[in-house]
């Protein structure tokens, strides 16, 4: 077996002794009723758009930040490759098709039961016995068992050799711990009886739509952190969340699991002017991007021409410019250069209004009066595109999109919906266009890649192009491939295979943007845009 040893403690912590709490309930702290414009310097509040949500980390419906403070997993990801959390070290066997994980001792859940090897196969049992619900992620379909050798030692066996295991494993959710006593019906498909993790801080509050409170998990195994308490508030993104950091009623502001900030950049930058405030950003993180439906042949939107005549439409100088200030860059393929296995040589799409309308007069869509749609074989060519209503950027890109394409003869209806309702039209393939972006840095590409096939992502998006079952085979094999060159090679033909078709119409590499006190230091990013290191952070004296 190959050995991979850890190398001392995963995260090590600074701590410095803050003030004391005020005394205030849960709920006035969350309200801002009786605070100062001063928050204790050993309490973080954040504003988010959207409820915490259910905390189970097995399915879905919860928030990620959230969920990352509560549960972990039995590695990381981080720049260094992955690296030790809950196991201290891993063995895999030369055929690629066991794990053995020797587990951290000493860790408890919140509720006090051990962490052990048996915590960790009840809970990879659980997620298993709802297998269809995380078809997005292969690992699922490749586990065939998990076995407790003995207190602190799991085995995990495959199907078969499965590369991507170890970042997967990894995810903020599903393959994460909790606490076998909050187990619903033996399992955690019907829901959990409590939210019991092992991560440095602990639920405490949860008042639905209004707040949810965090506090610090004073045994945890990593030293207890400073920060205490820390306050989800549900505000409204832009104007309310920024007369909120003004107020003092938040300290706190990041981008969310959506990849949308609350507030827009010129908020920021006032903020920051201020001098009470510092805007953190982190490196590129993810692609924003336009996902088309090919398959819904009876709409323009199955058409390559018209996919691509989109693409060439829209000049994401202007967005990263005019709609974020710079703060993201603009994006010519479905990953950045930085991501593994996507330095891929593409054919180049750059703003060409001129191009998109040859495009579409050689596919036979013919101009109608001018500011009127184009038509082919009497239909209209004229789509839906649907964005988050909870994110001002997207809505204000959806409208510069809108006036863009309809120069070329191309009509957008745009349509704001929840985010759980997008997720659900993009998982039934009931839309043309629609927002999202990739799964991060940390994941991708072969997170991103393998919702490519999956139902409840992106299936819709790429089932109707010729090359749909070679795409998927070229999946399949590179998942399984313990050869590096044919890695290399399956995923250029896959990424290869969605550029040339415009399923995936890249607008900006994203960035998680962090507005905090001044005073607060420890700010740093994980290797994911859907979590952030709070154990790490402390206030100045």
Request: hydrophobic content about 35%; glycine content about 8%; some cysteine.
């Amino acid at each position: 077996m190959k050995k991979i040893v850890a190398a001392g403690l995963l995260i090590a912590f600074a701590f410095l002794g803050g003030c004391g709490t005020t005394g205030e309930s849960h709920e006035e702290a969350a309200s801002g009723i009786g605070q100062t414009e001063s928050k204790p310097e050993t309490e973080i509040t954040y504003a988010s758009s959207k409820d915490i949500n259910d905390m189970n980390p097995h399915l879905y419906l919860g928030s990620m930040p959230a969920q990352g403070m509560v549960y972990e997993s039995l590695v990381e990801n981080t720049k260094d490759g992955i690296m030790p959390l809950l196991a201290e070290s891993w063995e895999i066997s030369e055929d690629g098709k066991t794990y053995l994980f020797h587990l951290r001792k000493g860790v408890t859940f919140h509720d006090g039961e051990p962490f052990n090897a048996e915590a960790v196969k009840r809970n990879m049992d659980a997620v298993q016995a709802n297998a269809d619900k995380h078809s997005w992620i292969k690992l699922s379909s490749k586990i065939k068992s998990v076995e407790a050798v003995d207190e602190y030692t799991v085995k995990l066996s495959l199907t078969g050799p499965y590369d991507p295991t170890l970042v997967e494993l990894s995810m903020t959710r599903p393959y994460v711990f909790v606490s076998p006593k909050d187990f619903k019906n033996g399992g955690t498909k019907d829901g959990l009886n409590g939210y019991h993790g092992t991560g440095p801080y602990k639920l405490a509050e949860h008042k639905v739509n209004q707040y949810a409170v965090f506090v610090a998990n004073e045994n945890y195994w990593g030293g207890p952190p400073s920060i205490k308490r820390i306050t989800a508030k549900v505000l409204p993104a832009g104007e309310t969340t920024f007369l909120a950091l003004q107020k003092g009623e938040v300290n706190f502001v990041f981008t969310d699991d959506r990849g949308a900030d609350s507030i827009d950049p010129e908020s920021m930058k006032q903020l920051a002017d201020s001098g009470q405030f510092q805007v953190i950003r982190s490196e590129a993180m993810n692609t924003k991007m336009i996902v088309a439906n090919t398959s819904r042949t009876d709409r323009p939107v199955h058409e390559t021409a018209v996919r691509e005549a989109l693409w060439y439409a829209i000049d994401r100088e202007t967005i990263s410019q005019d709609i974020f200030d710079g703060m993201e860059t603009p994006a010519s393929t479905l990953f950045s250069s930085n991501v593994n296995y996507a330095n891929v040589e593409l054919k180049e799409r750059g703003y060409d209004a001129e191009k998109a309308e040859q495009i579409l007069q050689d596919a036979g869509w013919v101009s109608g009066n001018a500011g009127s749609a184009r038509v082919k074989e009497g239909k209209r060519l004229a789509m839906s595109l649907y964005y988050d209503s909870n994110s001002s950027s997207q809505k204000t890109e959806a409208e510069y999109i809108q006036h863009a394409v309809k120069n070329i003869g191309m009509e957008l209806e745009i349509i704001g919906e929840e985010s759980s309702s997008i997720a659900n039209r993009r998982a039934s393939g009931d839309y043309d266009l629609l927002f999202n972006q990739t799964w991060g840095l940390a994941y991708d590409p072969q997170s991103t890649i393998a919702a490519f096939t999956s139902s409840s992502s992106y299936l819709h998006a790429t089932k109707g192009i010729t090359e749909a079952d070679e795409l998927y085979g070229d999946i399949e094999a590179v998942m399984a491939s313990t050869d590096e060159n044919d890695r290399k090679k399956l995923y250029a033909d896959i990424l290869t295979i969605v550029h040339d078709e415009a399923v995936f119409i890249p607008l900006t590499h994203g960035r998680v943007s962090v507005v905090a006190p001044s005073s607060l230091q420890g700010i740093s990013f994980k290797q994911t845009q859907f979590e952030l290191p709070f154990e790490q952070m402390h206030f100045t004296s």
